[in-house]
């Protein structure tokens, strides 16, 4: 089965600060997610990518940059964090589209 | 935008009962539809998929898609309390994008 791993999987900040969360994927697939959980709202698309360097906008990117560094890593960004983004945060990869999705176990990020 | 909503919220149904999920989208261009099982403390695991309008069997679950009707469904037969869990449908965009509903949490009872 395709793995992504993230990390980490909990992360406590401050107001203000600036986070980073990882994620990899061994599979040689093209395309990778951030989704953000929350309740009564489901998963939502922060950010997507079709393949190293190129970056996609979802349907929440307000306050998050992401970056594609090569086929096995997605990095999500945080500058000046909020507690608006407290939540846990999945990444996710597929290897076409429309194609099975899988997802990393999750970070729990607390913004105090 | 893609919307996808999900109903019910919530269902519970007895163990051996008939479960029953609704999806709808708005996107009449959407060719590929999945659903996804998240157990409590996990990722969303992917269920099965549908992509031709009518029914697909997989076992216990059976989707139907009527992408007319901008419609997506799930039906699992003789539940079971292992299939207790929050699902969610998925829709792939021409954009490449793949947007979840709400989700349904779905309680069954021994």
């Known amino acids: 089965e395709a793995a992504v791993t993230q990390s980490p999987r909990n992360k406590v900040t401050v107001t203000g600060g600036n986070v980073t969360l990882s994620c990899r994927q061994t599979?040689?697939?093209?395309?990778m997610y951030w989704y953000r959980q929350d309740t009564g709202h489901g998963l939502r698309l922060i950010h997507y990518?079709?393949?190293?360097?190129?970056?996609q906008i979802g349907d929440v990117p307000d306050g998050y940059k992401a970056t594609r560094t090569t086929q096995e890593d997605f990095f999500l960004l945080l500058e000046l964090a909020s507690p608006s983004q407290t939540s846990l945060y999945f990444c996710?990869?597929?290897?076409?589209?429309?194609?099975?999705?899988?997802f990393g176990k999750g970070t729990r990020l607390t913004v105090v | 935008q893609q919307k996808v909503q999900q109903s019910p919220e919530s269902l519970i149904v007895p163990e051996g009962g008939m479960a029953s999920l609704n999806c709808t989208f708005s996107?009449?261009?959407?060719?590929y539809f999945w659903w996804y099982r998240q157990h409590s403390g996990e990722g969303p695991k992917a269920l099965m998929?549908?992509?031709?309008?009518g029914d697909k069997k997989e076992g216990r679950f059976t989707a139907h898609l009527n992408k007319a009707s901008l419609y997506v469904s799930l039906h699992i037969k003789d539940s079971q309390p292992s299939d207790s869990a929050l699902y969610f449908c998925?829709?792939?965009?021409?954009?490449?994008?793949?947007?979840f509903g709400k989700g349904t949490h779905l309680h069954v009872l021994p």
């Open positions: 996710a990869s597929s290897a076409a589209r429309g194609t099975e999705v899988f």
């Open positions: 599979n040689s697939h093209n395309y």
């Open positions: 990518s079709y393949g190293a360097g190129n970056l």
């Open positions: 996107d009449r261009n959407s060719q």
């Open positions: 998929s549908i992509f031709s309008n």
């Open positions: 998925a829709v792939v965009t021409n954009a490449y994008k793949v947007i």
